[in-house]
């Protein structure tokens, strides 16, 4: 049976803690003080151990010191109130969680639910990097650059906790793939993993899909809905391009990370939530605040663990397993073998990818429909040429009747010239466009080349189209 050691010195909120914990099914033993605590852990190790931070005799964080005493035990905090130090610290230290007074019961009964041996995670994580060593990958991540073990690294020392994470990186680096592998080595595994990308949703219903409504709460709300905060309840909710979201709801999202409750669009009450939350962007987090794209105070509350993908150019050395990864994927699908020419290999270490491992995996597919035999050679790779040398020059763009200065290609290829006076939006125009010419109209790239998510040079595209139609 689970054992659980409650280090509290309220004796009120003790016994009220060791009963609903009892209540749960597992053995309780309580202690009121650090030396209290210490003799309850050499007479018993406990599967869990809930820890006040202010005892009589120190900090309780002062228990970590004793690492022998805690090695197989998980320790969820036990704080008065939530807050990013106290995420932080308990990261730092060795803290799985962190229960708010006073204590939610549905949040206790997640905590209690997910109690797993440390030593079950660590051996996980270890079986985990001993297959990296042989075959390449890490779960479902492939890379063997110093970069992506970095990464590995990180996964596994967050993984296990239930504190926040913001993964930054540009589009098609495989951030939605960490935030699976993170869920898959926590305690929440057995609960839903749920993807959002924030940017693909109408603004006028992304707070109903994310926080739910009432029936009649809105013209067409037939019926109840329910949001991805209650889908994704005792799990992981993933936000990816979390940027493209509108600043009125950043402000909503800020109140459910401090407060663990969250309200359906037309209801009167709010609910509690036991959902971890990882978060992405494609967007250096400052620069998003700096432009108004996140709030500062959003920012810092997501940012509590970040991790950083690096760009598949920066980690050429790893394109040959990923490629052949993704072909004997394809393969496997397709039911007849392929292999890569060795100048097929050499080529795709050569080429930038500018798409990341999202473009990789589509040439990959791409050259294997092509391929004629069971031999893939560079024919249908591509290849880092001057391709802009080959488009015709771009006709001056405009926006509403305003002639717009047209984007001149230089020598190289690389630039454009966009001549002083002209507008903000009338620029941002040039360079969509031009950037769009450059890159054969492939949209992935070119978004990617900009750094903005698909679905933003979706709407900008749109948008530019109305406006032509407007002014015709």
Known sequence: MTHALIVEDDMDSATSLKALIASEGLTVAT???????????????????????????????????????????????????????TSILALRLGAVDYIVKPINLKHLQGVLSR?????????????????????????????????????????????????????????????EVVAQTIHELSRRRKMPFLAVNCGAISPNLIESEIFGHEKGSFTGAERQHQGFFERAAGGTLFLDEITEM?????????????????????????????????????????????????????????????????????????????????????????????TFTPDALEQLARYPWPGNVRELRNVV????VMSLDSHIDAQWL???????????????????????????????????????????????????????????????RTAAALGISLKTLYNRLKQYTADKGSDG
């Open 115 to 175: 109690v797993m041996k440390p030593a079950v995670l660590q051996a996980e994580v270890a079986d985990l990097t001993e297959k990296l060593a042989s075959s390449g990958h890490f779960g479902q991540l492939w890379g063997r650059a110093p970069s992506m073990k970095r990464v590995y690294e990180q996964i596994s020392r967050v993984a296990g906790t239930g504190v926040t994470v913001f993964i930054t990186g540009e589009s098609g680096t495989g951030k």
């Open 365 to 368: 597919y791409r050259a294997y």
């Open 246 to 338: 509108p600043l009125d709801l950043q402000v909503k999202l800020l109140r459910v990370l401090e407060t663990g409750r969250f309200m359906r669009v037309g209801a009167t009450q709010s609910q509690e939530t036991d959902v971890r939350i990882v978060a992405a962007t494609n967007r250096s987090p400052m620069q998003a605040v700096a432009s108004g794209r996140l709030r500062e105070d959003l920012m810092y509350r997501l940012n509590v663990f970040p991790i950083e993908l690096p760009p598949l150019r920066d980690r050429l050395s790893d394109v040959g397993l990923l490629a052949e990864h993704f072909l004997r994927m394809v393969s496997t699908q397709e039911g007849k073998i392929k």
């Open 382 to 444: 591509p290849r880092e040429v001057d391709e802009a040398s080959h488009l015709p020059t771009p006709e001056p763009a405009t926006t509403r009747g305003a002639e717009v200065a047209p984007a001149v290609p230089r020598a190289d290829g690389d630039s454009i010239v966009i001549s002083m006076g002209v507008t903000l939006a009338e620029a941002e125009q040039t360079i969509i466009l031009a950037t769009l010419r450059h890159y054969r109209h492939q949209k992935e």
């Open 31 to 85: 202690a009121c003080s650090l030396l209290d605590a210490r003799k309850q852990l050499a007479l018993q190790a406990p599967d869990i151990v809930l820890l006040d931070l202010r005892l009589p005799d120190g900090s309780g964080m002062d228990l970590f010191k004793d690492a022998e005493l805690l090695s197989n035990s998980e320790v969820v905090l036990i704080t008065g109130h939530a807050s990013l130090e």
